[in-house]
């Protein structure tokens, strides 16, 4: 579900966050004192609106088992946020747990896990491949190495970001997913250049002195119009019956209870 630049990715957020807007002292203060998404029960929430739009479930945790091809040219997705053979986070994935474990299942296909990186190919996983995810998947350390390479790569580069942009909960929210989904290489749909096609509009982060509502908008317009130059992520309802729906009502803090909709499925958080 992400583009195949994957692997520079700690370096390019790095470049991002180094160029972003610098705070005033009121502003820090305020981040200080404000719950973040990095707060216990407020990442779990974002959980569980990223496993309802990627697999039609709140419950997280049973997809550290998850694999598929689901025909996005990515080849195999899997796991708790979609790591992907063809894009180097589910090759960067496996060699993390093998460090840790070596010899674990998923060992021996890390020499096919580097021919196939950037391509949709199965080759040297197929036919066990699957069946040994789903074996790793019942591994602690396993399930950990996910959580791990989830929050380096993912997490906590949108929420580092998202409180340098001085946005609240939903507004890291609203990073994080356009990160999952898109990464943040180069191409004009990645995270960098769908955050820059909201600035270009004029909108302008509360960092920069502007409305939160306002800059969230045009990020979600930016965010729509990335998903709509690939078919396979071309339904944009985890955005406009889900993050919009939240922005609408105000909840910038994602205060709970949360009801919205994800590809006509209802779900809700008490």
């Given at each position: 579900m992400k583009q195949p630049t994957r692997r520079t990715l700690l370096t390019l957020i790095g470049a991002s966050l180094a160029s972003a807007p610098l705070l005033t002292a009121s502003h820090a203060s305020a981040a200080r004192a404000a719950v973040g998404l990095d707060d216990p029960a407020k990442k779990e929430?974002?959980?569980?609106?990223?496993?309802?739009?990627?697999?039609?479930?709140?419950?997280?945790?049973?997809?550290?088992?998850y694999i598929e091809d689901i025909g996005d040219g990515r080849g195999y997705t899997a796991g708790i946020i979609g790591f992907c053979s063809g894009t180097g986070d589910m090759l960067d994935l496996v060699e993390l747990y093998t460090a840790r474990k070596p010899g674990n299942v998923l060992a021996s296909y890390?020499?096919?896990?580097?021919?196939?990186?950037?391509?949709?190919?199965?080759?040297?996983?197929?036919?066990n491949y699957p069946r040994d995810w789903r074996r790793a998947a019942q591994d602690t350390a396993f399930q950990q190495a996910q959580n791990d390479e989830r929050d380096r790569v993912y997490f906590n580069p949108a929420v580092a970001q998202g409180k340098a942009d001085g946005l609240r909960v939903l507004g890291?929210?609203?990073?994080?997913?356009?990160?999952?989904?898109?990464?943040?290489?180069?191409?004009?749909?990645?995270?960098?250049?769908?955050?820059?096609?909201?600035?270009?509009?004029?909108?302008?982060?509360?960092?920069?002195?502007?409305?939160?509502?306002?800059?969230?908008n045009a990020f979600l317009d930016a965010r729509v119009w990335a998903m709509k130059q690939e078919e396979a992520h071309s339904d944009t309802s985890r955005v406009d019956t889900a993050q919009r729906v939240f922005l609408r009502a105000g909840n910038l803090d994602l205060n709970t209870?949360?009801?919205w909709k994800v590809y006509g499925d209802s779900f809700h958080i008490g």
């Open positions: 929430i974002a959980m569980k609106l990223v496993s309802s739009a990627e697999n039609s479930s709140l419950d997280w945790k049973a997809q550290y088992q890390l020499p096919a896990l580097r021919r196939v990186d950037g391509t949709d190919s199965h080759s040297g996983l197929d036919p890291q929210f609203a990073y994080y997913d356009a990160l999952v989904m898109h990464g943040d290489g180069g191409d004009p749909t990645s995270f960098r250049n769908i955050r820059k096609r909201a600035l270009n509009t004029g909108a302008r982060t509360p960092a920069q002195g502007g409305s939160e509502v306002a800059y969230l209870p949360l009801d």
